[in-house]
C-alpha cells in the first residue's frame, strides 16, 4: 500500500566495516539523502568527497571517553524513535530540535573477530559495543518508519527498493530488516555472554545464548517434510563450518552431519604419526585406519566395510594426494574433506561431478574445549564438548597378562575410534585398522556380536578364510556391566581389551578375561555419544 511507503531523506551511518560503504553513501547522495556519520566513516565518506554532516556537529556535543560516547543522544535516539504523523512526537521533535532519521545503517565493533584472534580481555571488552546496537534496537523497534541495516548483503536491496519506490522503503521491507537486524544483536550480545562466561570459568550460567549466522538455507533436513538452515557460530575450530567447497553440488543436512563427524574422528589421529582415514556411513565410522599413505590407509578403511562405504563420507587428516583421491573416486563418495588438497587430486576429483570436495586449512585439536547441545522439549541440553584423549590418560592394566606393544599399540587407536562411535559402541581393530564396529545397539552384547558379524563379512568379502577379529583387539566406549560382551569380543577371536572401567562387576569382568588369557586395559574415562 502507498501509506506503507517511508521515504529516506536522512541516512546515519556508522560501520566498523566498511565494506562497499562509499558505493552506498555515493547512492544514498545521489538520491537526494543527507549523510550523518560518525568517526571513522565519516572521514572515509569525506574523504571520498560526499558531504557528511558529523554526529557531533548534529548532538552539539563531541566523541568523548575514546569514542564509547557518539550516539547516545536525544537528537539520535529521537530521529530514530520518533513516531512521524503523531502529533505528541512531533511536538516534540519540533520542540527540541529533533531531526527524523530514516535509514540506519550500522555494523557493530567487531567483537567475535577480537575473540577468534585470541586478543587479551581489555581489547575484547574495548570491542564491545553500545552505541550501535543501542540504536539499532531502536531503529528497528520504529521499523513502522525506519528502515535498518545491518549487513552488507542488504546495501543493494535498500537502493534497489528504493529506486523503485521513489526514494522511499516499503513495510513489508522495513519489517524483514528489523527481525534481522533483532537476530543480528541477539547473536553478539550471545557471543559476548558466552565470552564472559569462559572468562570466569561459568559452566551453568542463569542464562544461555545462542546466536549463529545464516550459511545456507538447505532444501529439507534429515527428511524431505522437514526444513533445514545451516548456521555458523563464531567458533573457529577448522571443519566443515569453515570448510571451502572445492566443487560438487551443494551439501545437504544430512552430509553436514555425517562430514562433521568424519572429520572430528580423523582429528583424533596426529598427521605427523601417520597418515589416517575416516569413512563415515549415517554419523558412524564404518572404516578408520592409519598407513604410510593417504591411499593404504583408505584401503584398509574400506576393507573394513565396503558395503556400508558406498555412498559414505571420507574424512583425511594430511593432505589429499592424487594417489589418494584416484583410489576413493573408484566407489561412489558422496563427499571427501581434507585439509588440503593437492592440484592434480583436484583434477581426479573434478571427474566426479556430484563428488563433493571440502578442504578446511587445517585440523580440528580433539583436546579444544568447547560445547555441545541437543534440543529436548521446552528447552535444551548443553555440556562440554568430548575433549578427552587417551593419549593423555593414565591407562591401567588389570589383567595378569600385559599388553604386546602391537596390542596396546591398536587399543589406543580402537578407543580413538570408539569415541566417535554411536553408543553402544565395540570396535575391533587389527594392524592399525578398524576391522569390525558394532554401533549403536540397546545392549553392549549385540554391538559386540554386530562387530563381530562384521569382521567375519569383511573377510568374505577380501576373500580370506577366517575372520577379520581374529588376533585383534576390542574398545568398548563404556565398562562391561557383565563378563558376556567381553566374552563375545573374545569368541570372536581378540586378544587385548580397552575399555573404561568402574563397573560394580569390574572384579567378575576382570576374572574373565584372565581365564579367557585376554590382556585388558581401564581407561578411566567413558566415550557415551547417543
Not at 569514542?67 to 516534540?92: D, Q, S
Not at 592424487?322 to 571427501?336: N, Q, S
Amino acid at each position: 500500500m502507498a501509506s506503507d511507503l517511508r521515504r529516506v531523506t536522512r541516512a546515519l551511518l556508522s560501520v566498523s566495516d566498511k565494506t562497499g560503504l562509499v558505493d552506498l553513501a555515493r547512492a544514498l547522495r545521489d538520491a537526494g539523502v543527507e549523510l550523518v556519520s560518525t568517526g571513522g566513516t565519516s572521514k572515509a565518506i569525506a574523504d571520498a568527497g560526499l558531504p557528511v554532516l558529523d554526529v557531533s556537529d548534529l548532538t552539539g556535543f563531541p566523541e568523548m571517553m575514546d569514542g564509547r560516547v557518539k550516539t547516545l543522544h536525544p537528537k539520535v535516539h529521537g530521529g530514530l524513535l520518533a513516531i512521524r504523523e503523531n502529533p505528541e512526537h512531533e511536538a516534540a521533535m519540533l520542540a527540541h530540535a529533533i531531526q527524523p532519521i530514516d535509514l540506519l545503517v550500522v555494523n557493530l565493533y567487531p567483537f567475535e573477530a577480537t575473540v577468534a584472534a585470541g586478543k587479551g580481555y581489555e581489547d575484547c571488552v574495548e570491542n564491545i559495543d553500545i552505541g550501535g546496537p543501542a540504536m539499532i534496537r531502536a531503529a528497528a523497534k520504529n521499523h513502522g518508519d525506519v528502515a535498518v541495516v545491518v549487513d552488507a548483503e542488504d546495501y543493494a536491496l535498500v537502493l534497489g527498493e528504493m529506486g523503485a519506490n521513489g526514494g522511499a522503503t516499503t513495510l513489508a521491507t522495513r519489517k524483514r530488516l528489523a527481525a534481522k537486524a533483532y537476530a543480528r544483536t541477539a547473536a553478539y550480545d550471545a557471543a559476548i555472554s558466552n565470552w564472559f562466561t569462559r572468562e570466569l570459568g561459568e559452566t551453568s550460567p542463569t542464562y544461555r545464548a545462542v546466536g549463529g549466522r545464516l550459511a545456507e538455507t538447505m532444501r529439507y533436513g534429515e527428511n524431505p517434510h522437514q526444513w533445514a538452515a545451516f548456521y555458523r557460530t563464531p567458533e573457529s575450530r577448522p571443519g566443515v563450518a569453515t570448510a571451502r567447497q572445492v566443487q560438487g553440488k551443494t551439501l545437504s543436512f544430512n552430509n553436514i552431519n555425517d562430514t562433521d563427524a568424519a572429520f572430528e574422528c580423523v582429528a583424533e589421529f596426529d598427521p605427523a604419526r601417520s597418515a589416517a582415514v575416516a569413512i563415515i556411513k549415517h554419523a558412524n565410522p564404518c572404516g578408520v585406519a592409519e598407513g604410510a599413505t593417504l591411499a593404504e590407509a583408505y584401503r584398509k578403511a574400506l576393507a573394513c566395510d565396503p558395503v556400508s562405504a558406498f555412498g559414505g563420507i571420507v574424512a583425511l587428516n594430511r593432505r589429499l594426494d592424487a594417489e589418494a583421491a584416484k583410489a576413493i573416486v573408484e566407489i561412489f563418495t558422496e563427499v571427501i574433506i581434507a585439509p588440503e588438497a593437492d592440484e592434480d587430486a583436484i583434477a581426479l576429483v573434478a571427474a566426479k561431478k556430484n563428488l563433493r570436495l571440502l578442504v578446511t586449512g587445517g585440523l580440528p585439536n580433539p583436546r579444544a574445549e568447547g560445547l555441545s547441545m541437543r534440543t529436548v522439549a521446552g528447552g535444551f541440553l548443553m555440556q562440554a564438548r568430548d575433549n578427552a584423549v587417551v593419549d593423555d590418560m593414565a591407562l591401567k592394566v588389570v589383567t595378569k597378562r600385559q599388553p604386546t606393544d602391537a596390542e596396546m599399540r591398536d587399543m589406543l587407536f580402537a578407543f580413538r575410534v570408539a569415541k566417535h562411535v554411536k553408543s553402544n559402541a565395540i570396535v575391533y581393530v587389527k594392524d592399525g585398522a578398524t576391522v569390525g564396529v558394532g554401533a549403536g545397539q540397546m545392549s553392549r552384547v549385540d554391538s559386540s556380536r554386530i562387530a563381530a558379524w562384521k569382521a567375519a563379512e569383511a573377510a568374505k568379502a577380501a576373500g580370506l578364510p577366517e575372520t577379520l577379529a581374529k588376533g585383534s583387539v576390542v574398545a568398548s566406549d563404556a565398562f562391561f556391566p557383565f563378563a558376556d560382551g567381553l566374552l563375545a569380543a573374545a569368541e570372536a577371536g581378540a586378544t587385548a581389551v580397552i575399555q573404561p572401567g568402574g563397573s560394580m562387576r569390574d572384579d567378575d569382568v576382570i576374572k574373565a578375561a584372565d581365564e579367557a588369557g585376554l590382556a585388558m586395559v581401564f581407561t578411566g574415562y567413558r566415550h557415551f555419544r547417543h
